[in-house]
């Protein structure tokens, strides 16, 4: 934990890898992710680069691994997950492996492509059977409106006057869309010198190209005349349809029927030894595949690193650089050593300095990431500068808790995460794919501390689902105020509204022990009170965060010797904060201890106050709180306003003298030691080269001084100290969104109580059917507590809690110019 409250130690490395080993190293660093490696071919093309052929033929592998994936997809069938940890193959498996999937896909397209010639043939077959077995009537003869009946037959007795014509028959079939076209089709152009008959298949036949179920159109023409059946030849082309040889005795037409259900059979044997052929196949994808799949993976990331690296002269080792955690060098070195002990000549890692700004490393647990996450949202910090996130971790929950206080649904909250941190191992859980899901289970410890604060708040509320608990003995006797005062019959007919006098003896017995007094549940002026409350509460809490941020500020100022700035901006932005704001939260915690019962209509206002702070006046009819407040207060609104001059000249004047004592003893009059930490010191170079950037301009850059420009320093500065002095009044205001989101929380679990469950514990006493009527009831009560006191209320005082991080808590100290450490690595492969 050590490292949550600043960024490890980070050094630039340079590698020197020999060439036979190279590979191997490389593939050893992948497997621990130590080192984020620098590319040191930036100026050369990705197509000039040393490995570029193996990164294609990985590639090329790649895209074939994509076609059997997709034939194991098809038939149904799912890849599972490698077992074990697969190192990166060696190279020289690299042929063995594209051989083998070269020979497996093609055998998947020869097996395939005869599955799907097969089913053209069975389907073809199947068809003819449906044609030939359709029961088609033999044609009758077209008869005309007023001719004779339909039964007299198209073939005339022998020696009749039509003995010399034949009649021919066209058979086959077609998609159901396209039957209604075609016939239209074949009595226009054949002029009704036809005869067709069209039917629907009794059973669906399997599509061969898509798999799905279809129905066909069978058809039967019967026609006289070769130019009638050209035409008829020619439109049954176009519409695609399928044409069979259509006999026509009765008995030519069941032989060819048998035939063709034999031929049928024999076909569907053959296509089952094909089918159970292409699940042999498919088997050996399947076990084969997947750690394919990652080693070629892993084998063009270890290309596509030695990429980055440079040949020596010598061109017998590759130079690589990158950073590496300090505490982490002595696993590299050992990683390097085990990596090239094959190649008798070991790997060499030594440290070298860099002016550059190294990389943020911050390393997280399963706690810790989703509040990390939440500051790396807003800006990952620079390189050892204070981080948020372990303060987060307590704040954040308690600002949304302030915001969504009540017992039961912070209860709620706390069970659903809990349930989710007791079942984080199972794998179906992890493995789950909805993105809300995800977005729940990555932040289940943040939501499990956002339910636990919740109801610590709701019990300072008193609030349970918009209900008061009386877990202690109220403060306040309605008793002895009944017993000591002259309420009567008539006085209480006449008086619906009941006030409680503080003053008189016995009513009030002191403090509730926890929290609010459930008796103010009951009073009218209940709201009066929590808002007075609750705003009161904000803006102590608000001053109170922004203080601790700006304290954090001097952590970041001692860590990268900038000892001027405490002086210069620390300590006038405190004198600032704590001078106005800090004076308002002592009024309101010095009023709270003071007594005013006995003087209630006489009480001061601090608000008043506060305003004749600015004003350097009095108001005659607002009692100070204390003998001497109005010098207190023109004495702090003065010490504020010298601090500003301070604020906005102290850093640039300072800067400009040191420049100028810098340059006024030049190169010769710096001491050897000033030279060389610069150079032999990487970590004293955060110190010079990475503050923020009106101190960039006196800084050295490649061992040559850089120009100081005052008028720049003064314009940051005095962003800077306009931020903060307006952001003093405008962040404290933003604070009092914890007492508006607490308001609306509280007022709307309140409307859907008494919109919801009182009107139907009411309904249920009238009618007798309280155990009926309240189960549809409070099945309402609870989809509604859930999709808008949980869900809605929860994002809103969610993102509310976020923008009080981020704008009011960590631009007192928080940066988040930096970038983060990128270590080169196998875990997104393996997944």
Request: aromatic content about 10%; overall charge negative.
């Amino acid at each position: 934990m050590g490292s949550m409250f600043r960024s490890e130690e980070v050094v630039l490395v340079q590698l020197f890898l020999p060439t036979s080993a190279a590979y191997t190293c490389v593939s050893q660093l992948g497997e621990l992710g130590l080192v984020e490696f620098r590319d040191l071919n930036a100026s050369v093309s990705a197509f000039q680069r040393r490995f570029v052929g193996d990164v294609r033929r990985c590639e090329e592998l790649e895209k074939t691994f994509l076609f059997l994936q997709e034939e194991v997809r098809r038939a149904g069938q799912v890849l599972s997950r490698p077992e074990g940890r697969l190192p990166a193959p060696p190279p020289r498996d690299l042929l063995r492996i594209q051989e083998e999937t070269d020979r497996l896909a093609q055998e998947l397209r020869d097996v395939r492509g005869n599955q799907q010639s097969l089913q053209v043939q069975l389907q073809q077959l199947r068809l003819h059977a449906a044609v030939l077995g359709q029961g088609h009537s033999p044609p009758l003869a077209a008869t005309h409106a007023d001719g004779p009946s339909e039964r007299i037959p198209l073939l005339q007795p022998p020696g009749g006057p039509h003995q010399d014509l034949r009649v021919n028959f066209v058979a086959g079939a077609v998609e159901p869309s396209k039957a209604a076209a075609l016939e239209r089709l074949l009595w226009r152009a054949c002029r009704g010198f036809l005869i067709a008959s069209f039917r629907e298949t009794e059973r669906q036949l399997e599509d061969p190209v898509t798999g799905e179920p279809s129905t066909w159109m069978t058809f039967l023409i019967s026609y006289w005349g070769e130019q009638i059946g050209q035409k008829i030849r020619k439109i049954t082309d176009c519409f695609h349809c399928h044409i069979f040889p259509y006999a026509e005795h009765e008995e030519g037409r069941l032989g060819a029927l048998q035939q063709v259900q034999q031929q049928s059979h024999e076909l569907q044997e053959v296509l089952g030894e094909t089918e159970r052929f292409l699940s042999q196949v498919l088997a050996r994808v399947q076990q084969l595949l997947p750690p394919w799949q990652v080693q070629i993976r892993k084998m063009k990331a270890v290309y596509l690193a030695l990429n980055q690296c440079s040949v020596s002269a010598t061109h017998k080792c590759l130079i690589a650089e990158g950073w590496c955690a300090a505490r982490d060098l002595p696993t590299l070195r050992q990683a390097l050593q085990d990596g090239s002990s094959e190649a008798g000549v070991s790997a060499v890692v030594h440290r070298i300095p860099c002016r550059d700004m190294p990389p943020t490393l911050i390393r997280t647990n399963c706690f810790t990431a989703s509040f990390q996450g939440i500051v790396d949202a807003y800006g990952v910090g620079r390189y050892q500068e204070v981080n948020p996130a372990p303060y987060t971790i307590i704040t954040f929950p308690f600002l949304f808790a302030v915001m969504f206080g009540d017992v039961g649904h912070g209860l709620l909250m706390f069970l659903f995460a809990l349930a989710m941190v007791l079942t984080e191992n199972r794998p179906a859980v992890k493995s789950a794919q909805n993105e809300i899901w995800q977005t729940f289970f990555i932040g289940r410890y943040l939501l499990l501390l956002m339910g636990l604060f919740s109801v610590y708040t709701g019990f300072i509320y008193n609030e349970c689902f918009s209900r008061a608990t009386a877990i202690f003995s109220s403060g306040w006797s309605v008793a002895a105020m009944a017993t000591q005062s002259d309420w009567s019959d008539a006085f209480l007919a006449q008086h619906p509204l009941l006030a409680l006098d503080p003053n008189v003896s016995g009513v009030f017995l002191g403090p509730y022990p926890f929290g609010i007094d459930p008796i103010w549940s009951l009073a009218v002026n209940h709201l009066s009170f929590l808002n007075s409350f609750k705003m009161k509460m904000s803006v102590i809490l608000g001053v109170t965060h922004m203080t601790f941020g700006v304290v954090l500020g001097v952590f970041n100022h001692v860590h990268f010797g900038q000892w001027h700035r405490l002086l210069l901006e620390t300590l006038p932005e405190l004198v600032f904060l704590l001078g106005l704001f800090g004076y308002l939260v002592f009024l309101i915690v010095y009023k709270w201890l003071q007594d005013y019962a006995a003087r209630a209509a006489s009480a001061p206002s601090i608000l008043i106050h506060f305003i004749n702070m600015f004003l350097f006046s009095r108001s005659p009819t607002n009692q100070p709180l204390f003998h001497g407040q109005e010098a207190v207060q023109s004495a702090l609104v003065i010490l504020a306003l010298v601090t500003v001059p301070v604020l906005l000249l102290g850093t640039p004047l300072f800067l400009h003298w040191r420049h100028r004592s810098r340059s006024q003893r030049g190169p010769a009059g710096r001491q050897p030691d000033e030279d060389k930490s610069g150079i032999l010191d990487s970590s004293d170079a955060s110190v010079a080269g990475w503050g923020p950037d009106e101190e960039k301009a006196g800084c050295p850059e490649d061992g040559e001084e850089a120009e100081f420009v005052l008028s720049e320093v003064l314009m940051h500065q005095a962003i800077h100290t306009i931020e903060f002095c307006l952001g003093c009044i405008s962040n404290t205001a933003s604070y009092l969104r914890l007492w508006a989101l607490s308001l609306a929380h509280a007022q709307l679990s309140e409307v859907l109580w008494a919109m919801v469950m009182r009107s139907g514990l009411g309904l249920g006493r009238k009618l007798g059917v309280a155990a009926v009527a309240l189960v549809p009831i409070f099945a309402a009560f609870a989809v509604l507590t859930v999709a808008i006191l949980l869900v809605m209320e929860g994002l809103s005082a969610f993102l509310h809690a976020l923008r009080l991080h981020w704008v009011e808590f960590q631009n007192k100290f928080y940066s988040g110019t930096g970038y983060k450490l990128s270590p080169f690595t196998f875990a997104s492969e393996e997944d």
